[in-house]
Nanobody, 126 residues
Framework: QVQLQESGPGLVKPSQTLSLTCTVS??????????WTWLRQPPGKGLEWMGA???????YYSPSLKSRTSISRDTSKNQFTLRLSSVTPEDTAVYYC??????????????????WGQGTQVTVSS
């Protein structure tokens, strides 16, 4: 069974960099043809695709977030990491990591992905 678990701080101050890690078990992020994905859902809004990193290490980003987003991976720990810089209160959301068979960049819901984590609340506030 594939499991994903997000981890990171729940509170980030404006202008700082948000950093979240997704730990994967039951699958390897480097040897199977999937896209390891970050998503978020702000309060009262829909699901937003932020970006993904492929099994080969290629990264893909949402055009609206590309200038502030970086996704990297540590294959030795089977983890991938999201960094979002210069955060504002508008970045407050539940953040999810997920496994994707292809790049679903305009998801309506999490069921478009194979597996996803439980989500972690991140609040941007001073």
């Amino acid at each position: 069974q594939v499991q994903l678990q997000e981890s990171g701080p729940g509170l980030v101050k404006p202008s700082q960099t948000l950093s979240l890690t997704c730990t994967v078990s039951g699958d390897s992020i480097a040897t199977n043809v999937f896209y390891w994905t970050w998503l978020r859902q702000p309060p009262g809004k829909g699901l937003e695709w932020m970006g993904a990193i492929s099994y080969s290490g290629s990264a893909y980003y949402s055009p609206s977030l590309k200038s502030r987003t970086s996704i990297s991976r540590d294959t030795s720990k089977n983890q991938f990491t999201l960094r979002l810089s210069s955060v504002t209160p508008e970045d407050t959301a539940v953040y999810y990591c997920a496994r994707d068979r292809r790049l679903h960049t305009t998801p309506r819901n999490l069921y478009e992905y194979d597996f996803w984590g439980q989500g972690t609340q991140v609040t941007v506030s001073s």
